[in-house]
């Protein structure tokens, strides 16, 4: 099976929570990415987490990780029209490359 | 973070040709990669720019179908030859300065006719 996996498509109203969800089957991933991307741009970087972290906040985006049943979820808070976009998942081992969900088309409707 | 300036942006090329993609990132970097995203597709790693010497390929790419140079720490090329429609894509350059990081460029959109 896949790496990463990610639902294909979230849709929310504006001033909702958006939660997205991802799965990986690695244990030994360090590091998991929250990354955005808008139709014709590259890739944001949102957020980061350390594999021997639950959780971290930052404004408007809380990560929590599950080490434990390998399940990572990025809640935006207050969610705008802005934010929708692609939202990719990815993991990473020490210095090595990034694995990559298929990400989760988030659309936010007035 | 590191500030990536990836040219071009997007280009239409023809089938049969080569492009060269450049990535200029504005402080020394570690690492940096190639990644392509095909439409409606996720990210899928390419290549690692080594500098100083031959980038290292993933399952699938070949040095001869994309060519890679990486002459300092700030700079590197990735170019696709003998372009195909199947080419059309998203190129990404990717770099990382620790364990840590993970910083995109904005992107070189493809498209081969």
């Known amino acids: 099976g896949e790496d990463v996996e990610q639902s294909l498509f979230l849709s929310v109203r504006e001033g909702d929570s958006s939660v997205i969800n991802c799965t990986y089957t690695?244990?030994?991933?360090?590091?998991l990415y929250w990354y955005k991307q808008e139709p014709g741009a590259g890739l944001q970087l949102l957020t980061y987490?350390?594999?021997?972290?639950d959780m971290k906040q930052d404004q408007r985006l809380t990560v929590l990780l599950n080490k434990k049943d390998k399940h990572l979820s990025l809640r935006i808070a207050d969610t705008q029209t802005g934010d929708s976009a692609i939202y990719f998942c990815?993991?990473?081992?020490?210095?090595?490359?990034?694995?990559f969900g298929k990400g989760t088309m988030l659309l936010v409707s007035p | 973070s590191a500030v990536i300036s990836q040219k071009p942006s997007r280009d239409i090329c023809q089938r049969g040709t080569s492009l060269t993609i450049q990535c200029q990132v504005d402080?020394?970097?570690?690492?940096m990669f190639w990644y392509r995203q095909q439409p409606g597709q996720s990210l899928t790693l390419i290549a690692t720019?080594?500098?100083?010497?031959?980038?290292?390929?993933e399952s699938g790419f070949v040095i001869d179908k994309f060519p890679i140079s990486r002459p300092n720490l700030t700079f590197s090329t990735l170019t696709v030859s003998n372009m195909s429609p199947e080419d059309s894509s998203i190129y990404l350059c990717?770099?990382?300065?620790?364990?840590?990081?993970?910083?995109f460029g904005q992107g070189t959109r493809l498209t081969v006719v």
């Open positions: 690695d244990s030994s991933s360090t590091y």
């Open positions: 990815a993991e990473k081992k020490g210095y090595s490359t990034l694995t």
């Open positions: 987490i350390f594999s021997n972290m």
């Open positions: 402080s020394q970097v570690t690492m």
């Open positions: 720019a080594n500098q100083g010497s031959e980038a290292t390929y």
């Open positions: 990717s770099v990382g300065q620790s364990d840590t990081e993970a910083f």
